[in-house]
């Protein structure tokens, strides 16, 4: 390998280990893989520094032919490290709306488990969004029982009467993440891409996205962990 490609090793195992230490991370894959990130950030960096100090021991005159075909290709090594050094400056944002209608949502309606009935008391119910769907798809959205609930997403664009409300559901990373949608009704947009904590309750009728009645909605700073 050439030191280039030793360099890029040490670049990469770098970016893994400032996304853990800073808690970026979250943004890609399930919180708590933090610890199996920084030992491969920190193995990928061993390898390659072993990699560069042996490209360097190792390296050998060339006449100008095999200079220049070298050459060649040192220069494309060299600039595969420019979007890896990117990623230690700036980090990509967590997923927000715009794949929001560009991608499969959560089907919460297939086998949909029949819920206890939720209990009326002074504190509104805090549960995932696609709980509230799954509840909402189950005999017509009868466990909510008329009780309070509150949920957490972020804002995926303004309706008449009201907002899209979404977060995305995630097995392992960002990659295989599916949004789950709902309407709330009954408030202001607040901005697209704005992470908001809703109270309400939920509306029968909502049809394909089910729909929650909201008697609060309040601006919020984004979840250390932004996925459900």
Not at 17 to 29: E, F, M, N, S
Not at 90 to 101: C, E, K
């Amino acid at each position: 390998m050439t030191p280039a490609g030793g360099l890029i090793s040490v670049l990469v195992g770098t970016v893994l280990l400032r996304l853990v230490v800073t808690g970026v991370y979250g943004r890609y894959v399930r919180i708590g893989m933090g610890p199996w990130l920084a030992v491969a950030g920190a193995t990928v960096i061993v390898l390659g520094l072993v990699t560069l100090v042996r490209a360097l021991r190792h390296a050998e005159p060339v006449d100008a032919h095999d200079h220049h075909r070298r050459g060649e290709g040192g220069r494309v090594g060299w600039l595969l490290l420019a979007p890896i050094a990117a990623l230690l400056l700036v980090a990509p944002p967590t997923l927000g709306s715009f794949g929001v209608d560009r991608g499969a949502k959560v089907d919460v309606r297939a086998g949909a488990p029949v819920f206890t009935p939720l209990v009326q008391s002074g504190e509104p119910v805090r549960m995932t969004l696609l709980e509230f769907g799954q509840r909402a798809f189950d005999h017509d959205g009868a466990s909510f029982n008329g009780a309070a609930v509150q949920l957490t997403g972020f804002v995926a664009g303004a309706e008449d009467g009201g907002f899209r409300l979404a977060r995305y559901e995630i097995a392992c990373c960002a990659a295989d993440a599916a949004p789950v949608v709902l309407r709330v009704v009954g408030a202001r947009s607040p901005a697209r891409d704005r992470w908001v904590t809703v109270t309400g309750t939920f509306q029968p009728g909502g049809g394909e996205a089910p729909e929650l009645a909201a008697s609060n909605v309040v601006e919020t700073p984004a979840p250390r962990d932004p996925y459900e």
